[in-house]
DNA sequence: GCAAAGAACTTAACAGCGTCCAGATAAGCT
DNA sequence: AGCTTATCTGGACGCTGTTAAGTTCTTTGC
């Protein structure tokens, strides 16, 4: 549907690849200016394009951002991905260490991060970007049904959703308040940004959920 | 046009009561296109007056949102003191009804909660909206000095205040997830809305952290 | 009792935004 | 070569927040 005729010399169109550098714009907007700060103008100034190029590229505004939350959405999965293999065999370990990616993710990616999880700003319809999240999201669900003993294609029982629920919540919710410089006034004085993902961090994921349940129900 | 209003012991200026009719359009306009959907002119239009009028009730656009804001913050107060009360003298029974307090609150009043976290839409130094902010953090607090048995203004131990952050992590989470719609995934065929507050939320809590100090030495 | 003061509001304007449209330009295809 | 198609420009439209200057009405001072 794109181009498969020649990727041999792929760029020497008329621009160059303005695409990727519109995406690379719009991340850096972000990041300078929050998500809100963000227009479809200005990634087209600094692309160094009329106002109304992107359109060539993507359908409008939220097209873009859809392509940079799909990237996001991507990348996020690896994280979660290499935490859960970081953690081996242990259920509960694997959860750790999955939280601890989560977390990071989100504090090293907060133009990512914060536009990922700001439904509105983008279309889930985008192509890929419904798989990019749920795949995220069954990485965690995996390792709750390990945790439970409950095969993988089976549902989960009440608890063991609650106890998933309860385990996304904090993560999540850590997440936000840090990223929301919610957590700044505790951190004051103890070491400030670097202190939140050090020291609070850990501290918190100690009091992660425990299931209810050992491996034989 | 001129609707008859009712300005009691107050002076029936030139309008009336624009102020407020400014705040109940802003809740109004949020509830039904979300925060972003926000127009200072649309809120106007809908008072009826032109769009230069809010400036002399409000400096600006985030002023008009400061307010609302600062509404939100001290119901949400009420609401967890409350929750609070509810509990009783135990200190895990406090939290509990706490945590259902808070993610009922945002349930209820999404329009308010959502804008209540959305640091950039307010000024956090809009008169007495840091107190309110600042009071409704003190009661998730208190319930966990008495958790942990430490007198109320002494600073938590660090174990305790990764509790505290993971409490409050849990139901800042699940609320940030349910009002994103994150959740409604998992509660499609189960009740839609009404399962998330009915069935995963007890399920939840249920996973609520327990203080790992035992209360009296 | 009446004019001065000032609060509440309007009208008009400005710059910036997203998006649509008609054209220009350059690259690839036959 | 000619033709087609992708890419980008420039201008326009209606929307936004905010400011400036002018108008209408309420309150206050004398």
Do not use: C
Request: glycine share 12%; aromatic share 8%; no cysteine.
């Amino acid at each position: 549907m794109k181009s498969p005729k020649k990727p041999t010399k792929k760029r020497a169109y008329h621009h160059g690849d303005l695409k990727d550098q519109l995406v690379a714009a719009a991340e850096a907007i972000i990041l300078e200016r929050g998500v809100d700060g963000f227009t479809l103008r200005e990634a087209a100034r600094r692309a160094g394009v009329s106002p109304a190029a992107p359109a060539h590229h993507f359908k409008d505004a939220k097209g873009l951002l859809s392509e940079v939350a799909l990237r996001g959405f991507k990348d996020f999965g690896d994280a979660l991905d290499a935490g859960d293999k970081r953690g081996g065999v242990d259920p509960q370990a694997r959860l750790r260490e999955q939280g601890m990616a989560y977390v990071k993710f989100a504090l090293a990616n907060p133009a990512r991060f914060q536009l990922m999880f700001r439904a509105g700003k983008f279309d889930y319809a985008y192509p890929g970007l419904a798989d990019a999240g749920m795949r995220a999201q069954g990485i965690l669900a995996r390792a709750v049904h390990a945790a439970y003993g409950i095969p993988d294609g089976e549902p989960l029982t009440p608890d063991a959703n609650g106890f998933l629920l309860a385990t996304w919540s904090i993560v999540h919710g850590f997440a936000h308040l840090a990223l929301g410089g919610e957590l700044d006034g505790s951190a004051q004085g103890k070491g400030g940004k670097r202190a939140i993902v050090e020291s609070f961090l850990p501290l918190t994921l100690q009091h992660l959920p425990v299931p209810k349940v050992p491996r034989k129900p």
